[in-house]
């Protein structure tokens, strides 16, 4: 059984990489396999072929489409520290020292009004691209809470908060 779910993993991505080989610039290979708690999500993949289908994953992306850039893609990863932003960063720093063809990591920022360390996503951005990978933000959205303020205060902390995060990023 094991191999056969191997086969159909294979199958999908080389697939779907063929499909879109030289008309995609980046692909998000993995998406979402860690828990809030920084444990693995139990997905189907995960409970019949183990933490290796990750880099798995991986590996056939980069044989069906050689020149696409290949991204791990996750939510609530945007500040060093916190519980799960640390898992990730280990997940991938392991499949860097594999030799695992990945070229970057996907940051899904589901942000809130005074909810972001600009510092702690500064030094998060950093250390990934310290290991030689680009950061994309996949996501971006800053949620206006009906606290703290007048809407035209709020509107103007927000515009501060992507004004900030796009200096970060430059």
């Avoid at 139990?42 to 933490?51: A, D, H, K, V």
């Avoid at 290949?70 to 990730?88: H, I, P, R, S, T």
């Avoid at 702690?120 to 933000?137: E, M, Q």
Wanted: with cysteine; aromatic share 14%.
């Amino acid at each position: 059984a094991r191999v056969q779910v191997e086969q159909k993993l294979g199958d999908f991505i080389w697939n779907v990489g063929q499909r879109y080989s030289g008309r995609i610039y980046a692909w998000d290979v993995v998406n979402e396999a860690v828990n809030d708690d920084g444990s693995y999500r139990e997905t189907f993949w995960l409970q019949r072929l183990g933490e290796g289908y990750i880099d798995n994953a991986f590996y056939q992306a980069r044989a069906a489409d050689p020149n696409a850039l290949l991204f791990y893609n996750d939510y609530w990863v945007e500040e060093e520290g916190e519980v799960k932003a640390d898992a990730v960063y280990n997940l991938v720093r392991g499949m860097v020292e594999r030799g695992v063809p990945i070229d970057g990591v996907g940051f899904q920022c589901h942000l809130t009004l005074y909810g972001l360390d600009f510092e702690a996503f500064r030094r998060n951005l950093y250390r990934y691209r310290d290991l030689g990978l680009d950061v994309h933000l996949t996501e971006l959205d800053i949620r206006i809470d009906q606290t703290g303020g007048s809407i035209e205060e709020r509107l103007t902390v927000q515009a501060d908060m992507y004004w900030n995060i796009a200096r970060i990023l430059s």
